[in-house]
């Protein structure tokens, strides 16, 4: 049985054959009104989610399915029943099963049930769907990922994880800026991480140099202490900080922002920023995505 976990799991020809498919959806989406008629798509979020709710409901309808959304508490996950039977339960009646939560482990275990097809729609460790859009956007905006330097900046977190993973397989250039607290406090995965093309710094002068796409998200993810906000002080992305990037250097971020925190709200706003397109993206490449596994 097929599942969505980790970028990591897949190789790029695989990756690739799905952003293929996800581009003909966005370009013929008539084409696909059928291809998941009777089919029926589970979604358990144990956390908050805007994008990712509302991008597997509706691309999923526009494939001539339905979905269902089911509430932790209402049915219990894991307290009223073990999340396993659950799961078998749910495979009973629907086709494919989007999780969020905050024990990636748990997903993993899941899918190793082999019950029903799982997506990450985001964990603690990693949120690959996010970063495979990504890519579409990247590719959209300022061509072959490959040839790119990509610059983060910001925390050591989910979407970042999901990143490296695809610099992994796609070898482009990714320079990672984290505040000096944060690199030492993860200093150990990082000397592992390190390869002739991915580079960690503190300094942004630095890492954002000669960078094509510049990529930030939130200070503290869903689910962590706000502790580690002061090291990020001086971490804004803005205009002024832009103006370090290559030229035509775009921004992104997954979304949601925290205006004036880790992006200004005039860069949010400005030509520069894609943020709207990488949203959009979304549906198209989990319609893909399900595709796939179904
Ligand atoms: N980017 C993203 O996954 O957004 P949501 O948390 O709103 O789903
Ligand atoms: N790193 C963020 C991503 C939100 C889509 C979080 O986990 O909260």
């Keep these: 049985m097929k599942h969505f976990i980790d970028i990591s799991d897949f190789t790029s020809i695989k990756l690739d054959k799905i952003l293929i498919k996800a581009k003909h959806i966005k370009k013929n989406p008539e084409k696909f009104s059928n291809k998941c008629k009777n089919k029926t798509l589970g979604m358990i979020l144990q956390k908050e989610s ?16 339905n979905s269902l959304e089911l509430n932790s508490s209402s049915i ?18 629907i086709d494919l099963l989007v999780i969020r939560n905050n024990d990636h482990k748990v997903i993993k275990k899941l899918s190793s049930l082999n019950a029903l097809p799982i997506i990450n729609g985001l964990s603690d460790y990693s949120h690959p769907c996010q970063i495979l859009s990504d890519m579409l956007t990247i590719n959209e905006t300022i061509g072959n990922i490959s040839n790119k330097q ?7 977190n989910n979407v970042l994880r999901s990143l490296i ?19 030492q406090k993860n200093k150990f995965k990082i000397k592992k991480l390190l390869n ?11 890492g954002i140099k000669y960078a094509d796409c510049v990529m930030t998200d939130t200070w503290i993810s869903m689910g962590e202490k706000t502790l580690k906000k002061k090291y990020f002080k001086n971490y804004q992305v803005n ?3 832009m103006k370090l990037a290559s030229k035509d250097a775009i921004f992104m971020h997954c979304l949601p922002a925290h205006r004036n925190e880790e992006v200004s709200s005039e860069l949010l706003d400005s030509k520069r920023s894609v ?12 319609q893909a995505i399900a595709l796939d596994l179904l």
């Design 196 to 206: 002739k093309k991915t580079t960690f710094t503190h300094l942004i002068r630095e």
């Design 165 to 183: 993973e695809l610099q992994n397989l796609y070898g482009f250039k990714l320079n990672i800026v984290l505040p000096r607290e944060i690199l």
């Design 50 to 65: 805007t994008r990712t709710r509302v991008s597997f409901t509706v691309g999923f309808q526009k494939l001539g399915g």
């Design 239 to 241: 205009s002024m900080v």
């Design 76 to 93: 219990g996950f894991g307290k009223r029943e073990s999340s396993e039977d659950i799961l078998k339960t749910l495979s009973q009646y």
């Design 275 to 286: 943020i709207w397109q990488q949203a959009k993206n979304r549906m198209f490449v989990q």
């Design 150 to 156: 990509i610059t983060w900046i910001g925390d050591y």
